[in-house]
C-alpha cells in the first residue's frame, strides 16, 4: 500500500493554537501584572510560531503523510512536501 501526502491550509487553527498556548504558558506563571503578561504571551506567541515555522509553511499550511502499510503518520517538514 502508498503512502499518502495530505497538505492542509487552515490558517485559523494555527494561530489560534499558537495563542492558546502562549496564553497557558503565561498563565501557570505567578506574580505577573495584566500588561506583563499580555507582553510576554506576545513574545512567545513570536517564538512559539518561529519553533513551528519548519511545519507550517506560510504560517497556514502543514503537510502529513500517512504509511498506510506502518498504520502511522507523521507530520512533514516544509521541505519535504510540495
Do not use: H, Q
Not at 497538505?7 to 504558558?25: L, M
Not at 515555522?53 to 502511522?72: F, N, Q
Not at 507523521?74 to 519535504?80: A, F, G, S, W
Request: proline share 4%.
Amino acid at each position: 500500500m502508498p503512502k499518502i501526502v495530505m497538505v492542509f491550509k487552515d490558517p485559523d487553527v494555527t494561530y489560534e493554537a499558537i495563542e492558546d498556548a502562549a496564553g497557558r504558558s503565561v498563565r501557570e506563571m505567578s506574580g505577573l501584572s495584566a500588561s506583563e503578561a499580555a507582553d510576554l504571551a506576545e513574545t512567545r506567541k513570536v517564538a512559539f510560531g518561529e519553533a513551528c515555522s519548519p511545519w507550517l509553511r506560510y504560517g497556514e499550511y502543514v503537510g502529513i503523510e500517512i504509511d498506510t502499510d506502518a498504520g502511522t503518520a507523521r507530520v512533514l517538514k516544509t521541505n519535504e512536501w510540495k
